[in-house]
């Protein structure tokens, strides 16, 4: 290589070093900014936070918000849209910034929309620098120290112009999920009456089966609407429950009976789940190696009933998760052998449980950290649900109809065979009495 060669080497080399690099790696610095920063600007209306936020678990459980501060470079990224860690008694810490690009504060709201936290507190810088502020909210805590008068967690905010940091604090005995959404107030507000009449609905529509087949067990006292009535009302209950309306609407100062009543509410369906199934399989004739297994799960949830009061929720929700699953697993299993046989009432039988299990699996998976939040994660049991005693209310229809027919069927083909007897009889060559008792009856 000749010297002018060189020295063009080292021009450009020079080039690279005090422009091009400088200027990649400025570029590069104010797009992970903007990545990782949930930005307050004017097109702002609602956003997931999962992917601007970063987490780190408090394994000795003592961390102060003061040293969860100092630490944010041992913070993890978020994997997925919405963060989910399992069952975890340890405290996690989460962080994300905050940029408001114009001249004045910005109100805005963080949701949280998995209320069944125990604990939820939000930390955020004061203006003069020094400590921080917190807003604290949680099914542990009294619902009226809540920040907002709101089934899910939400915290009302203002944020100043300017770049600023906000964390986090998740504790629960129970699931830790955290799906955490931004909104504007104008958004939240739409967002909130469109939902709202969505979920009653549910309950409206859960109310009125339940209704209707006490009606219908009062007419034809089979006991397979009573099953389902219940079965219904419990199911709701759950709902309820999980959904944060009952912790706002029926007990928002008992933190303590929301976990209780969390576990009553997913054995008592299971209870009546199998009942329902057994008779309305008819699975004493039909199928009694199921009969008797289920009959056995049947009883094993009475003593959960009494560790939901005895025992300590962190054990008992995963127990009884376990158990519930074991128990939906087996109904369906036992109606896919009974559809295989080409029992009666196995198809409409299948299909419901078929829609309920998957809203179930979704609600466990998501329980237990192994998929992420999602509107069917979420709404998986109260949807299944919703189409689970719809199917089946109206096959127990389905099999009423069915009985009914087979007897029209049995009383046609025995008043057909009475009208052979008779003309036998009454063509018959040799004299035919028929007595009853020793008394005559009949007489050709």
Not at 83 to 110: E, I, R
Not at 168 to 183: E, F, N, Y
Not at 190 to 211: C, D, H, N, Q, V
């Amino acid at each position: 290589m000749t010297v002018t060669g060189i020295h063009r080497l080292r021009a450009v080399h020079a080039f690279f070093l005090s422009w091009v690099i400088p200027v990649v790696l400025v570029l590069s610095t104010t797009c992970v900014a903007d990545t990782e920063s949930l930005v307050l600007d004017q097109t702002f209306s609602r956003t997931v936070l999962g992917p601007r936020l970063s987490w780190l678990k408090d394994k000795d459980k003592t961390m102060t918000i003061e040293e969860a501060a100092e630490k944010t470079g041992q913070f993890t990224l978020v994997k997925g849209r919405r963060p989910s860690f399992g069952y975890s008694s340890s405290p996690y810490w989460l962080t994300f910034t905050v940029h408001n690009p114009g001249p004045g504060s910005v109100d805005w709201l963080l949701e949280c929309t998995y209320p069944l936290l125990d604990e939820l507190d939000l930390y955020m810088k004061n203006q003069d620098g020094r400590g921080f502020t917190a807003l604290k909210a949680g099914d542990q805590r009294p619902f009226k120290d809540w920040p907002a008068n709101y089934q899910n967690i939400v915290f009302p905010l203002k944020t100043p112009p300017g770049h600023h940091r906000y964390f986090l604090r998740a504790q629960s005995k129970g699931s830790v999920s955290i799906p955490l959404t931004a909104w504007s107030p104008s958004a939240f507000s739409r967002e909130a009456s469109s939902t709202i009449p969505l979920k009653w609905m549910f309950y409206g529509i859960m109310l009125a089966m339940a209704f209707y087949n006490v009606f219908i067990y009062l007419s034809t006292r089979d006991i397979c609407h009573l099953y389902m009535m219940l079965f219904a009302v419990c199911i709701s209950f759950h709902s309820l429950i999980h959904s944060g309306l009952a912790y706002q609407l029926l007990w928002p100062g008992s933190p303590r009976f929301t976990n209780i009543a969390y576990i009553l509410f997913m054995i008592l369906p299971g209870i009546w789940g199998i009942q329902f199934t057994r008779s309305f399989l008819v699975l004493e004739s039909e199928y009694p190696k199921a009969d008797r297994f289920l009959h056995g799960l049947h009883l094993g949830l009475y003593p959960l009933l009494a560790g939901a009061f005895l025992v300590g929720y962190h054990i008992m929700v995963q127990i009884t998760s376990i158990y519930v699953a074991v128990i939906i697993l087996t109904l369906l299993g036992t109606g896919v052998k009974l559809f295989i046989k080409r029992a009666p009432s196995a198809r409409l039988y299948v299909l419901a449980w078929g829609v309920f299990i998957m809203g179930c699996l979704l609600s466990t998976l998501r329980s237990f950290g192994l998929i992420d939040c999602s509107f069917l994660a979420d709404s998986g049991i109260q949807i299944g649900s919703c189409l689970l005693v719809l199917v089946l209310s109206f096959g127990i229809g389905e099999k009423f109809k069915y009985i009914l027919e087979e007897k029209n069927r049995a009383l046609v083909a025995l008043r057909e065979s009475d009208e052979k007897y008779k003309t036998l009889v009454e063509n018959a060559n040799d004299g035919i009495v028929v007595r009853v008792s020793d008394q005559p009856v009949y007489a050709n």
